[in-house]
């Protein structure tokens, strides 16, 4: 064998080695996942703080709660630069429009990852903020099987298998009493691409509205990208069908299926796993579409004009005791409704939840703040 052959033979390696140190270096560049990661959780809660009930024409009792869900574009440098002052305007209407009173009631943000982008979630001064998986977090329930050959398949110049460099970037805010909550990643060989890098997953919390006689409760969840993964779309779908199977693990763990619910979610538009799991099998789930002007409509999971109109999408189910209805929904900070502040549009969703004016409240575990 000549010098040519051994160098050819020996660069590989060379490459692979100058990887390694790049992605070590890039990895040592990003921001700590323990500063970035803000967390709040309320001991009591604040009756003046509360959506006010009202009687409805048939006599029901009900509540407003204005749900915003954003998708931030939280990446660190070198993934995003320039981002620090679209977060602040962020963080600055989300404050302005608490400190005037108009909401949101409940703020759902993905892909926050930056301290200037879980700052977002301080800023309305929300008594409990909830992050999801936390960098670190390891998934406590089953995964789900994955297809034969899929793990073997990995590619690590593709961001897989070299562990999670970043937590989930989800966050969920409310002042409404906060009775049980739960975080939980997706398996750590359940994704595909770059996305493995996240520590993406899912995250849930059981709420209570005083005065009604049944809990609400709130999923959120971040799935697999397709193109941006970087991988074949075939291994791209098939880690989506793996996260809605491992997502619907957890909403069996907060008994979604008898109960009310609004479930939030970057889906990724409509993908492989949206065809099947909890939400496409149960009757009573709907999306809470986009109708004429700011109207909403009920839509079916497989209503494609509803996935069409928002890249983001927030679901619901109602109850024997709750009824969960969507009045308005809106995508905000698009270009049209304000400046565009990130990659993905802000979706504004009003629901009315009302209940029978004969049916006892619900006693609430997290007693009233002193005056």
Request: aromatic share 8%; net charge positive.
């Amino acid at each position: 064998m000549d010098r040519t052959d051994r160098r050819i033979r020996r660069w590989p390696w060379v490459a692979a080695a100058l990887l390694l140190g790049l992605a070590a270096a890039v990895r040592a560049i990003l921001p700590d996942g323990a500063a970035a990661r803000v967390e709040r959780v309320a001991a009591c809660h604040g009756p003046a703080a509360q959506p006010r009930v009202e009687t409805l024409a048939d006599g029901r009792r009900a509540v407003r709660l204005r749900v915003l869900l954003w998708n931030v574009e939280g990446l660190p440098w070198p993934i995003r630069s320039g981002r620090d002052a679209k977060l602040a305007r962020m963080a600055d209407w989300i404050a302005k429009r608490r400190a005037a009173g108009l909401g949101p009631d409940i703020l759902i943000l993905h892909k926050a990852f930056t301290p200037d982008a879980s700052r977002i979630a301080l800023a309305g001064d929300f008594r409990s903020v909830l992050p999801g998986p936390a960098r670190d977090h390891a998934r406590h329930l089953p995964t789900a099987a994955a297809p034969a050959g899929f793990a073997a398949a990995a590619d690590w110049r593709k961001g897989e298998g070299l562990g999670k460099w970043l937590d989930g970037g989800l966050y969920l805010a409310t002042d409404l009493p906060v009775l049980a909550r739960i975080q939980l990643p997706f398996g750590a060989a359940s994704c595909a691409g770059y996305d493995c890098l996240a520590n993406k997953g899912s995250q849930a919390a059981i709420v209570a509205i005083p005065g009604a006689p049944d809990v609400l409760r709130i999923f959120n969840t971040h799935r697999n990208a397709r193109e941006p993964s970087g991988v074949p779309v075939a291994r791209a779908e098939t880690a989506h069908a793996l996260q809605t199977e491992e997502n619907d693990l957890i909403l069996q763990a907060i008994r979604a299926d008898g109960g009310a619910l609004i479930a939030a979610g970057d889906f990724n538009n409509y993908r492989a796993g949206d065809r099947r799991g909890f939400f496409a099998e149960d009757p009573g789930f709907r999306l809470a579409a986009k109708g004429r002007g700011w109207k909403a409509r009920p839509a079916a999971i497989t209503d494609r004009k509803a996935w069409d109109d928002a890249y983001d999408l927030v679901g619901y189910r109602s109850s024997d005791t709750l009824r969960v209805e969507p009045l308005a929904v809106t995508s905000l900070f698009d270009g049209k409704n304000g400046p565009r502040l990130s990659d993905h549009d802000a979706q504004y969703i009003v629901f009315r939840i009302s209940w029978a004016a004969d049916a006892p409240p619900a006693p609430v575990a997290v007693k009233p703040c002193p005056a």
